[in-house]
């Protein structure tokens, strides 16, 4: 079974830094479109960090310049490495992509699961 696990998140002070990590289990997530997303409470799901089908990153603009994300295809994982946390980056953290070879990124509304994804607490 195919199967994301997310960790590393952590309760931190703002300017902090954590890295949190995304095994794939089951499934190769080096070489697809794979991403980073956050819930906060009252706030949708979004995309905060993405390795696009051009392999390239792309950020949310309000973590450009704070956030990396990155992958090991030794091991199988992706990271995302957070400088600089203010609460505003406080959510639930999860990982996901194109698990089923579509091709394509899809919209958050569309992945057909999601793993328990890590939380990330930013305060002082």
């Known amino acids: 079974q195919v199967q994301l696990v997310e960790s590393g998140g952590d309760s931190v002070r703002p300017g902090g830094s954590l890295r949190l990590s995304c095994v794939g289990v089951?499934?190769?997530?080096?070489?697809?479109?794979m991403g980073w997303y956050r819930e906060a409470p009252g706030n949708r799901r979004e995309l905060v960090a993405v390795?696009?089908?051009?392999?390239?990153?792309h950020y949310l603009d309000s973590v450009k310049g704070r956030f990396t994300i990155s992958r090991d295809n030794n091991k199988n994982t992706m990271y995302l490495q957070m400088n600089n946390l203010t609460p505003e980056d406080t959510a639930v953290y999860f990982c996901n992509g194109d698990l089923d070879g579509w091709g394509y990124l899809p919209r958050v509304a569309d992945f057909r699961s999601w793993g328990q994804g890590t939380q990330v607490t930013v305060s002082s």
């Open positions: 390795f696009n089908t051009d392999g390239a990153p």
């Open positions: 089951g499934i190769d997530i080096t070489q697809n479109a």
